[in-house]
C-alpha cells in the first residue's frame, strides 16, 4: 500500500520505533533514526541475491517485414520516423513502438498506389490526438495518483501532536492498581450513586436527550429536546430497571479490558494509508462496551469494515436511539454480502487486517472510540480538536457535517457508516479548499 514511497513523512517520527524501538516495515514513509535505518540496511544484505532478470532484447526501429509490402523498405522507414516523430509531439508513451505498429496496420491496408496517402492520412489523426489512447489513460492515472498522494500528505500534517493528544487520549497503556474493586459509581443516565455488583431492580428516570446548549444565552436551555419538559418538572421521561455506568479511569478501563497497540504482525498488504473510524457502544455490566465498528479506506472512501460485536459483560442498555442498534443478533449487510456478529477479539483481528502501526486513524472525539476499542494509537486526526479552525469550544460532529459538507446527519438514530463517513469528508473539504483542488 504505501510500501512504495519512501520516506514521505520525514518530519514524523515512525511510530513503531517510539512504541517498540523497531520497525519491520521495508519501505517505512516515517522517519526513523539513523541507526534503525542501518539495521534495515543489513537485513536486506543478508536476503540471497535474486537472479538479473534476462535483458530486454532492444526492437529495433524499422518497418515490419511483409509477405507483400506496399512500398521499398526505404521508403517505409521514412514514413515511419515521420509517424513516430508526431507521436512524439502528441506525447505519445512509445512513440517507436506505436508508430511501428501504426506503419504496419497502414502498409497491410495498402497497395502501391494507396500507401502514401494512407499514410497522409494517418499523420493528420494523430495530430488530431487518435491513436493517443493509451497516453491519455496514463496521464490521467498519473494524475488521480498524485492527487491521492497530496491528500495523503496533507493529511499526514493533520495528525495531532502528542502534547495536544496527551490531554484528551490515553496516550500509552495504562499501569497502575485499581484502589478499590467493589466502590459505588455514577448512573451515567440519571446520576445516582450505585454499587454495580447490585443486581436488585431499581428506578433509573431519565431523559433521552441531554439539554440543547444556547450560544445566545451562553447557558443550557431549560427545555428537554426528548419531551419538551422543563428542568425541575420531573425526574425524567424514560423509566428503566437498572443503573448503568461509564469507566472513565484508565487503570479501571484497563482492568476491566486491557488496551493495547495495533500488532505489527501479521503484516497485512490491506493496511490503510488512513482509516475513518466510528464505533457504537452500549452500556453493559462492565460499562460501556463497543457494539459496532465501522471503518472506511481515506484513499477511495468505500467501507472496508462494518460489523456489529457481542460485548462481553450483560448487555443493560443498547442505546438504540443512538447507536441505531437494536438487536444484536442480526449482523451488518454489506455490498449485499451479510456478516454475522462477531465477539470483541474477532472484531479488533478484522480491523486489524485494515488497520497497521503506521495507519492514520481519521474520527470525530476519537478518544471514545479508541477507548472503547481499547486501543492505544497515536496517529490520530480528530475533527473535533481541528474544527472549525481557532475554535474556543468543541463543535458537534452534525456541527461540522453541515457547515463545512451542508450535510444533514444524525437526524434520526446515529449510524457510524454516517459519522466516519463525515468526519472523513470534512477533512477532505478542508484539505480541498486549501490546495485549491
Ligand atoms: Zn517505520
Ligand atoms: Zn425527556
Ligand atoms: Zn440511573
Known sequence: MFQSQTRLFKGI????????????????????????????????????AKAAPPPKRKVVFSPVMLDHPPAQHQL???????????????????????????????????????????????????????HNEGAEEARE????????????????????????????YIIEIPSGEVEEDNKPVK??????????????????????????????????????????????????????????????????????IPFRTVPDTPASSKWLFGVAIDCEMAYTSKGMELIRVTALDWDSGDVVLDRTVFPSGRVLDL???FSGVS??????????VHYPTLDFESALTALFEYVGPHTIIIGHGLENDLQTLRLVHNLVVDTAML???????????????????????????????????????????????????
Open 13 to 48: 517520527e515512525c511510530p513503531s520505533i517510539k512504541q517498540k524501538k523497531k520497525c519491520e516495515l521495508p519501505h517505512c514513509i516515517f522517519s526513523h533514526p539513523r541507526a534503525a535505518a542501518a539495521t534495515a540496511v543489513k537485513r536486506v544484505k543478508e536476503t540471497p
Open 76 to 130: 517505409r522507414l521514412r514514413y515511419l520516423s515521420v509517424i513516430r516523430d508526431k507521436l512524439e509531439e502528441v506525447k505519445c508513451n512509445d512513440p517507436e513502438a506505436k508508430a511501428m505498429e501504426l506503419e504496419k496496420q497502414t502498409a497491410e491496408r495498402s497497395t502501391a498506389g494507396t500507401y502514401a496517402n494512407n499514410i497522409r492520412t494517418l499523420v493528420r489523426e494523430i495530430l488530431r490526438g487518435e
Open 141 to 168: 492515472k498519473q494524475a488521480a495518483k498524485s492527487t491521492r498522494l497530496k491528500y495523503r500528505e496533507e493529511l499526514a500534517k493533520l495528525i495531532i501532536p502528542e502534547s495536544k493528544l496527551s490531554k484528551r
Open 187 to 256: 448512573c451515567d443516565r440519571c446520576g445516582a450513586m450505585f454499587y454495580p455488583t447490585e443486581e436488585a431492580p431499581v428506578e433509573c428516570h431519565f431523559h433521552l436527550l441531554r439539554r440543547n446548549y444556547n450560544l445566545e444565552k451562553k447557558k443550557l436551555e431549560d427545555v428537554f429536546p426528548c419531551c419538551g419538559q422543563v428542568l425541575g418538572e420531573s425526574n425524567g421521561c424514560e423509566l428503566r430497571n437498572t443503573h448503568v455506568f461509564k469507566l472513565s479511569a484508565p487503570s479501571e478501563l484497563h482492568k476491566a
Open 319 to 321: 442505546n438504540t436511539r
Open 327 to 336: 438487536d444484536l443478533n442480526e449482523g451488518t449487510t454489506l455490498n449485499s
Open 387 to 437: 474544527y472549525p479552525r481557532h475554535a474556543t469550544r468543541t463543535h458537534s460532529l452534525k456541527q461540522l457535517a453541515w457547515t463545512y459538507l451542508s450535510r444533514n446527519i444524525q437526524s434520526g438514530e446515529h449510524d457510524s457508516y454516517e459519522d466516519a463517513g463525515a468526519a472523513m469528508d470534512i477533512v477532505k473539504a478542508d484539505i480541498r479548499s486549501r490546495l485549491k483542488l
